[in-house]
């Protein structure tokens, strides 16, 4: 795949190319084994560049408005703090081509036509969490190439909330306006790991319906455990398409920045989400070694098709696969 070195990938992104941004991404995206250490190489180049931005995740509900939320907030981040601004939109995978699907840069028009941001749909590849399992490289090259407010847009199933979450400095979940008494079912996980809660939609017919959902999202948080000292978490009514409310959580954000940093909060959490990804780079290797290793490969058609017919039970199985992983030994230097 490779058809430009690491250093001109390197200095074309830290010049403002974004052609060469994207290209950069593209190589750190590549499943192909004869891309993975020149993807390190170019991380390396980029690490003492990266660590400056804030980074910022966002999940929500199939419907709650994410896409017209981020276009505003980002907008909001640009005109009133001259950042610049980097999406990354972590998409379901098409199960035949692998691609994306959801076509990010239609649904954030404005956004994507401003020079200081720039978005990039990812896709899950299936990965456990539905996260890109490239997005913790991504969001580095982002931050080398200049961009410093990052937002990764989760796909809202599943444990994408938790991994993202692991990644981010300040996590913003977006809610209906119409929350009833249940509100609307919401996980305790997802309340306790929760920074900012936005309820989208308050406007016309929906104003009273969303300051409601405010309330009781208030008074829930009331009674949860704050999942740090400094900050209680903030509820905050919006409505992107009148651009009313945006500003407030712009604020909110760059007011916990501030806490933070102030604290050496921020130092702490990166060096967390560092750890997580340490532990998450070492189980996807190990699953991906599990299937390529050639006795495992050869056995398992067969075992499969004996837990099919219930000969075997699954655990049992997996422990019969696991007796045969062998690795390469490694070759003298």
């Known amino acids: 795949m490779m058809t430009y070195s690491t250093d001109e990938l390197f200095h074309g992104l830290r010049s403002g190319n974004r052609r060469m941004l994207a290209k950069a991404i593209s190589l750190i ?30 999940t929500g509900a199939p419907g709650v408005g994410k896409s017209t939320f981020i276009e505003a907030f980002g907008v909001q981040a ?18 035949r081509s692998g691609g994306s699907i959801l076509g990010d840069k239609t649904r954030m028009h404005e956004l994507s036509q401003r020079p200081e941001a720039f978005i990039r749909p990812s896709p899950s590849h299936g990965t456990l969490g539905g996260v890109a399992h490239a997005t913790r490289e991504v969001m580095l090259l982002c931050e080398a ?68 959902a405010r309330q009781q999202l208030s008074s829930a948080l009331r009674l949860l455990r704050p999942k740090s000292p400094h900050w209680q978490p ?17 604020h909110c954000c760059t007011e916990y920045f501030a806490e933070s940093k102030q604290l050496g909060i921020i130092d702490m959490l990166r060096a967390e989400q560092n750890k997580h990804w340490l532990h ?6 190990l699953r991906q070694l599990f299937y390529e290793c050639a006795p495992v490969a050869a056995q398992l058609p067969v075992i499969e098709q004996a837990v099919l017919s219930g ?21 003298e230097e």
Do not use: C
């Not at 903030?234 to 712009?250: N, P």
């Not at 998450?280 to 290797?285: A, C, K, P």
């Not at 997996?318 to 070759?331: D, H, Q, W, Y």
């Open 280 to 285: 998450n780079v070492l189980e996807n290797r």
């Open 29 to 58: 995206e590549s499943e192909l084994p004869a891309d993975r250490v020149a993807a390190q190489e170019l991380l390396s180049k980029a690490l003492p560049f990266t660590g400056n931005s804030y980074r910022i995740g966002i």
């Open 311 to 331: 000969e075997i039970l699954p655990p049992i199985a997996a422990e019969k696969l696991l007796a045969l992983l062998t690795f390469a030994p490694k070759a």
């Open 145 to 212: 190439a200049g961009f410093d407010v990052i937002l990764i847009e989760t796909v809202g199933v599943g444990q994408s909330e938790t991994e993202v979450a692991s990644m981010v400095d300040v996590f913003m979940a977006l809610m209906l306006p119409n929350a009833g008494d249940e509100l609307q079912g919401i996980k305790r996980g997802i309340m306790e790991m929760g920074d900012i809660f936005v309820v989208t939609k308050a406007d016309g017919e929906q104003l009273q319906q969303a300051q409601l």
């Open 78 to 95: 640009i005109t009133s703090g001259h950042h610049r601004v980097a999406v990354l939109a972590i998409d379901p995978s098409s199960s």
């Open 234 to 250: 903030k509820v905050l009514a919006i409505s992107a398409l009148e651009s009313r409310g945006i500003d407030e959580v712009w």
